[in-house]
């Protein structure tokens, strides 16, 4: 059975620093993409950042660049999301993601998700 479980997230003051986690049960990990998706209260899941399977190739969200750094660790079957400079906006459930192809910004492209954790940044 596929499990993401995403850990990491927490209360953090604007300005300050997380580091999200997800550990990915998945049988050949890197065969995988791997993404990070946000969810506000009442607004759509949205794309934060993306990495491949070798971890070359990256995507970001505009409103995360130069913030935000995605990265992988294929002997863990661990993908990280290191968040710098963290602004109230940033404020959301963080989802971890899988494909068994090219990453996407497409929540409908994703065939694995994790249970999500909360990020909460107070101004």
């Known amino acids: 059975q596929v499990q993401l479980v995403e850990s990491g997230g927490g209360l953090v003051q604007a300005g300050g620093s997380l580091r999200l986690s997800c550990a990915a049960s998945l049988r050949s990990f890197i065969d995988y993409s791997m993404a990070w998706f946000r969810q506000a209260p009442g607004k759509e899941r949205d794309f934060v950042a993306a990495?491949?399977?070798?971890?070359?190739?990256?995507r970001y969200a505009d409103s995360v660049k130069g913030r935000f750094t995605i990265s992988r660790d294929n002997a863990k079957n661990t993908v990280y999301l290191q968040m710098n400079n963290l602004k109230p906006e940033d404020t959301a459930v963080y989802y971890c993601?899988?494909?068994?192809?090219?990453?996407?910004?497409?929540?409908?492209?994703?065939?694995?998700w994790g249970q999500g954790t909360q990020v909460t940044v107070s101004s």
């Open positions: 993601a899988a494909v068994r192809s090219y990453y996407s910004d497409r929540v409908s492209e994703y065939d694995y």
């Open positions: 990495i491949s399977w070798s971890g070359v190739s990256l």
